[in-house]
């Protein structure tokens, strides 16, 4: 089931900070069949910036769910990473459970002990509604694409509205990696998840919350103490469209360290971003945003620039390198 704009805004923040695999792609308008995403290496010349080479790059193909079905990941050239994605819903999902069972083969007399995780997650939930994500290792040099097997198996349980309320992330040999759990109000709106390790102890913990009297949304980011170490506010225009971005970190006594100010256009942009340290009244660092866009709207190229204020003028500084991000977008 979709969720709502409010769900899926918060849902798309919490995936992005998950400790284990993303399923979902960014969100575009249309939706996108592919995303190519690099970061430059700027070169000078004169004093002008050029693009430079990529230094990094990060490609995804999604389906029309706006899932992926495939990733990779480039350091300059040189591949890093390339996973595919298969998904299991419903009958499809309880098949692979049984499948593991038969092929566990276990006896009356060491069942408890050749159990894996997974085993125990299908005999506890195979009458519940939940999916699975394969995630395969793609690269080249695993061979054929029908002899590998997963490197990692991603189970879903649903609510009886077909949110996700929990995943459990398994490794190659069947054991639980990491657990994750999603919590909603009445609406159907995201309001908190929690990371844990295999044996349940909190990682990280996360809680979104709405305040309509200001039209603004936020999500704050606790440590495995439950001590918060960053809180991002997102204030929105009446149409709905991203106004001010403010996120704050803290230590780990819960003081402020810095606070960020980004302030968006009309279609809810980066435009101006302001850095401070700690409780200061004066920014740090300035920043302006440009871009370039493609026929659908959508930016193609990202340009971050340092400011200096000098004597109330706001002048590029030209002995910062841009941050230089490119797009390439696919669309349905």
């Known amino acids: 089931m979709r969720p709502s704009l409010f769900a899926f805004f918060f849902f798309c923040l919490a995936a992005a900070a998950s400790a284990q695999t993303d399923l979902r792609c960014p969100e575009f308008k ?26 990094s790059v990060a490609s995804v193909a999604c389906d029309l769910y706006g899932m992926k079905t495939e990733e990779a990941e480039y350091d300059g050239k040189t591949l890093v990473l390339k996973n595919s ?23 009356s007399t060491f069942s408890e002990e050749a159990r894996s995780s997974l085993d125990d997650f299908c005999r506890k939930n195979l009458k519940k509604d939940f999916g699975a994500a394969l995630v395969y290792d793609a690269s080249p040099s695993q061979g054929r694409e029908t002899a ?20 459990r992330a398994f490794d190659p ?6 657990i994750t759990l999603y919590a909603y109000d009445k ?26 009297a200001t039209s603004s949304r936020a999500r704050a980011e606790y440590g495995e103490n439950n001590e918060l170490r960053r809180r991002t506010v997102y204030e929105l225009r009446e149409d709905g469209t991203l106004r001010r ?13 810095t ?24 920014a ?22 340092r400011v200096i204020v000098y004597n109330g003028n706001r002048l590029a500084d030209a002995q910062s390198a841009p941050e230089i991000t490119k797009r390439e977008l696919q669309y349905y």
């Open 245 to 257: 971005e403010v996120l704050t970190t803290y230590d780990s006594g819960e003081q402020p360290v």
């Open 173 to 178: 040999d069947l054991n639980l990696e990491s």
């Open 259 to 282: 606070r960020s100010e980004i302030y968006c256009d009309a279609k809810g942009r980066h435009e101006k971003e302001l850095v401070y340290d700690a409780d200061a009244a004066e």
């Open 85 to 107: 994605f298969v998904y299991k819903e419903k009958e499809e999902a309880r098949a692979l459970c049984e499948s593991l069972k038969s092929e566990q083969k276990l006896t």
């Open 30 to 55: 249309p939706r996108v069949r592919a995303v190519k995403t690099s970061r430059m290496e700027p070169l000078r010349r004169g004093k002008a910036w050029l693009d430079g080479k990529p230094t």
């Open 187 to 212: 609406a159907n709106n995201l309001t908190g998840t929690i990371y844990e390790d295999p044996d349940g102890r909190q990682l990280k913990r996360e809680a979104f919350t709405w305040d309509k």
């Open 284 to 305: 740090k660092y300035e920043y302006t945003y440009a871009y370039k866009y493609d026929p659908k709207g959508n930016w193609t190229e990202q340009r971050r620039t």
């Open 148 to 167: 590998r097997k997963p490197v990692r198996q991603i189970f879903r349980l649903y609510n009886p509205r077909g949110f996700v309320t929990e995943e």
